[in-house]
């Protein structure tokens, strides 16, 4: 089969791989029918997640049908069409059954501090992902549904990780009625994030980036206020400024760990690597928000240390929550929510590249060139 | 109320909403749809239902183990399903095999170690491609080509990100510079060797 295989930092290329083979009796394989790049995946494609191993396959938001299934599955078939949530859980560890599914005990043998995740290092447990013609699935029985008939492929493969992200986001800054939201990085998961903040209840909700045509999709999708960071020498007072000098109620950290904003930050993190990647956005949080308030972290971090300011966040009496998404519990209410309109995943896809131009997607959406939000790839159309 | 002259932080009035339910109602499809917390799925934060995930196991049946799994030390054991994609082999193999063994998650050295694994198998990878009939090609593998395709000026206009976009080329280009100097210099000294 051909798949996408990383070759070191910054170099991605197509290799032709045997088809995986089923490992597990709970295992299936799934033909990918769509895939996208995430902005998770530029943190490994950047170099700047321990344990990427040259030959790796990349990929956690992908949909496919069913090929082959183990021997102890019972609630999917061959041929069936299923979206696959990007954290890979066992439904039965002390985490799953508190439905914490990217929190999953039982399916990463190489760290405890995150759980499994498709295509993203040997970190998250050593899983080939997505962007490529065929998938090795584990604990089918517990992770992939169904697509909907009425669902669109483009809004089911969003829903498997940046859409259900958007809204888990905003679900942990437990939004009051009236509360100003903002929300920092206006990529497909803060798109998301601010479209579902209104439906929480938020009063106000400001997006905050620096790439136009992602400030113009948060205005137009997300009929959110925005705020051009390039266009203020210092986010925090304009926010406070905004605010009536209280700062946010909530903020959700959208951008994550190659935030940008601050050279010295982008460059000693993310380039020169002298830190686990670029708190400017956390910072920015957790200077942002109004005492008492709560900082919602869903922008990803690796796991080698930041210089967070946590000094600041104590004594403003901040609440942190954040997480990997567990994907399959936002999946119900977010169904709703897709059928009806209020939240439209797939308005954000700007770009769609075969399986065989991987190198140029990566760094289309890296460099965000083009006006690229949300890239796609398609693992058949050659 | 209080003087409107001063930012509401400094006295004790919440100010009056800018706009009604109504007025978010009418302007934004789906606006409080989830105002009620019983309707938000990560209410209550840690819900025990064990009968909903799907599964019908009460420990998952182990995978096949064929050749020595590594995993963390704040581990049990190896989990009972993991992957196989890339195992441990060569000399970043021992690197990354130390880091496993001898280093909990909680210590730096463990992943610095990591990082320095995955340096040594970037490096050993592309000079192993020069054997194969697939050598590493750091043209077509960075996609650079698209930079003529996607607008590579006119999409970077007035970004201030643009600043560190030019650092990157150095980061992947650097060190195939710096190998090909290295090289020539000495060949230049073995022939020059070689001449007298
Ligand atoms: N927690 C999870 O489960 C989870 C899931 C998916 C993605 N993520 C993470 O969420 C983040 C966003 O993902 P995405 O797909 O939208 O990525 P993306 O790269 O498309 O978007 C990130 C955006 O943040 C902007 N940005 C950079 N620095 C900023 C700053 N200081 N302030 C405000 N904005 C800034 C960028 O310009 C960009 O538009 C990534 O870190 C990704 O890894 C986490
Ligand atoms: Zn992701
Ligand atoms: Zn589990």
Request: aromatic share 8%.
């Amino acid at each position: 089969m051909r798949a996408m295989v990383y070759r070191g930092p910054y170099k991605v290329r197509v290799e032709e791989k045997d088809v995986p083979a089923v490992e597990h009796p709970n295992d299936a394989i799934v033909r990918v029918t769509l895939a996208a790049i995430c902005g998770s995946d530029l943190h490994l494609y950047h170099g700047l997640m321990p344990d990427t191993r040259v030959g790796h396959t990349f990929g956690h938001e992908f949909i496919g049908v069913v090929e082959q299934v183990g021997s102890s599955v019972q609630n999917l078939q061959v041929g069936d069409r299923v979206m696959v949530p990007f954290n890979i859980s066992c439904g039965s560890c002390w985490f799953c059954a508190r439905e914490l599914y990217s929190n999953c005990h039982n399916v990463n043998p190489n760290a405890t501090a995150v759980g499994g995740i498709y295509g993203y290092s040997h970190t998250t447990g050593g899983y080939d992902g997505g962007q490529a013609q065929y998938v090795r699935v584990p604990f089918a029985d517990v992770g992939p549904v169904r697509i909907p008939d009425w669902m669109h492929d483009e809004d089911a493969v969003l829903l498997t990780d940046a859409a259900a992200t958007g809204y888990f986001g905003a679900q942990l800054g437990e939004i009051a009625e009236g509360d100003t939201v903002v929300v920092l990085g206006a990529g497909p998961v803060g798109l998301i994030a601010a479209q579902s903040s209104w439906l929480m209840g938020a009063g106000r909700v400001i997006v905050v980036d620096h790439l136009q045509e992602r400030l113009e999709k948060a205005r137009t999708m997300a009929h959110a206020e925005t705020l051009d960071y390039d266009e203020h020498d210092d986010v925090v007072v304009e926010l406070k400024r905004q605010t009536d000098f209280l700062g946010a109620d909530v903020v959700i950290e959208a951008a994550g760990a190659e935030a940008d904003g601050n050279l010295l930050q982008q460059v000693t993190g993310t380039k020169l690597k002298l830190q686990g990647g670029s708190p400017v956005a956390l910072n920015w949080a957790i200077d942002g928000a109004r005492k008492g308030g709560t900082v919602s972290v869903v922008g990803a971090y690796g796991p080698i240390p930041n210089a967070v300011k946590f000094g600041d966040a104590l004594n403003k009496g901040l609440t942190l929550r954040m997480n990997q998404t567990p994907v399959k519990r936002q999946w119900p209410r977010m169904f709703e929510h897709v059928r009806n309109g209020h939240l439209t995943p797939r308005a954000m896809v700007t770009h769609r590249f075969p399986l065989e131009h991987i190198a140029e997607a990566y760094h289309v959406f890296s460099a965000k060139l083009d006006g690229c939000i949300k890239p796609l790839v398609l693992p058949d159309a050659a | 109320m209080t003087d409107p002259e001063i930012p509401s932080a400094y006295v004790r009035d919440k100010r009056p909403p800018r706009e009604t339910r109504e007025q978010l109602r009418a302007r934004i499809p789906g606006w409080g749809a989830d105002l009620d917390p019983a309707d938000r799925p990560s209410h209550p934060r840690l819900h025990y239902a064990p009968g909903t995930t799907g599964a019908h196991w009460d420990f998952p049946e182990r995978q096949p183990e064929r050749q020595p799994r590594e995993r963390s030390i704040e581990h049990a054991f190896v989990t009972p399903v993991f992957g196989t994609a890339q195992p441990l082999r060569g000399v970043s193999g021992a690197i990354r095999r130390l880091a496993y063994r001898r280093f909990s998650e909680g210590r730096l050295a463990h992943w610095l170690l990591l990082i320095v694994g995955d340096r040594v198998d970037a490096w050993s990878s592309h000079l192993r491609s020069f054997a194969t009939l697939h050598p590493d090609n750091p043209v077509t593998e960075t996609g650079v080509r698209a930079e003529f395709t996607h607008g590579g000026l006119r999409s970077r206009r007035g970004r201030s990100d643009a600043r560190h976009h030019v650092l990157d080329p150095v980061i992947v280009a650097g060190p195939w510079v710096a190998g090909a100097a290295v090289t020539y210099t000495g060949v230049r000294r073995l022939v020059r060797a070689l001449r007298h």
